[in-house]
């Protein structure tokens, strides 16, 4: 069966076209834009008219392709959104507006909806699904998720109010970073972490979502995203401190003319992103995290 998801985040918004056979995930078409519909939600608790228009000319740009390609499974698509139109106080005029302008209804998932839904679709893409014990964390632009499981089975998660934009927002007031705001960043991460969750023994790190991706896409060497690359990938605690070494020096403007095939529209928030990740592979004691390129689009076809 052939199914399309959408999956609105608070930095990007992510298609996924695929044939689902049971439990099993086949990808026919993935396309990711970046409108960064959370920008400012952190402080001002709104969607911007602005941020809302980039979003619904993208969610446009997304039908038409339907259209042309899927036409069958067009009505059928199923939209999420997650943090930044949580958070919102006129996320109902947003809402509005994709049915208006769209026709297609979104299914707003709290924070918990959100964590199973990650873990479901993070595993459906793995391999040896049913042995695992994992940990599978997805640091998005408005927050950040924790699930813990044995196998396909989900023990317990958390959703944690900190992402990418959040906390670019919050912490970094001018580029690059002064020392003192990376201190003070990620001091606060590791207390939310602490407050939040606890460690678990013999884990599998399981990293997804934007952040996780891009990097391990630069340091695979590819030149063009292809999950079936990246999926299990094994990505080492040192090369992302690397990184943050090198994003921490630079301007957002640099970091995207150096690494447009992956890192366009993410200049601003992936040093954010990676202190983020930095910080959860550190708290569970790990040198390295498996990616998966897996999500809130896959996860939601398998639901329902």
């Known amino acids: 069966m052939i199914a399309a998801s959408i999956d609105i985040g608070t930095n990007s918004v992510l298609l996924l076209v695929a044939d689902l056979d049971g439990h099993n995930i086949n990808a026919l078409k993935e396309m990711e834009s970046v409108p960064c519909l959370g920008k400012g939600v952190d402080e001002n608790r709104t969607l911007h008219p602005d941020s809302q228009q980039r979003v619904l000319d993208v969610l ?48 707003l998932l709290s924070g918990p909806q959100e964590a199973q839904t990650t873990f479901k679709g993070a595993l459906s893409v793995l391999k040896e699904q049913k042995v695992r014990r994992s940990v ?41 970073p002064e020392d003192t705001s990376v201190q003070s960043f990620r001091h606060t991460v590791q207390q939310l972490l602490t407050d939040n969750f606890s460690n678990e023994e013999d884990i599998e790190l399981i990293g997804v979502a934007g952040t996780v991706t891009s990097l391990a896409a630069i340091f695979s060497g590819i030149e063009e995203y292809d999950s079936d690359k990246l999926n299990g990938v094994q990505l080492p605690q040192n090369i992302i401190k690397e990184y943050i070494s090198s994003f921490s020096a630079m301007m957002p403007a640099d970091i995207e003319a150096t690494y447009p095939a992956f890192l366009t529209g993410r200049g601003e928030v992936i040093l954010a992103g990676l202190l983020i990740m930095d910080e959860i592979i550190s708290f569970f004691g ?19």
């Open 60 to 107: 446009n740009r997304y039908k038409r392709f339907l259209i042309e390609n899927y036409p069958p499974i067009v009505d059928k698509t199923i939209l999420t959104a997650t943090s930044a139109v949580r958070d919102a106080s006129n996320r109902s005029e947003f809402i509005d507006r994709v049915k208006k302008e769209t026709g297609w209804d979104i299914h």
């Open 136 to 176: 599978v964390f997805d640091i998005g632009g408005g927050s950040t998720e924790l699930a813990f499981g044995i196998g396909t089975s989900l023990k317990r998660s958390v959703s944690i109010d900190m992402g990418s934009v959040r906390f670019t927002e919050r912490f970094f007031k001018s580029y690059p």
């Open 286 to 304: 790990k040198s390295e995290i498996t990616v998966s390129t897996g999500g809130i689009r896959h996860g939601i076809l398998l639901i329902n």
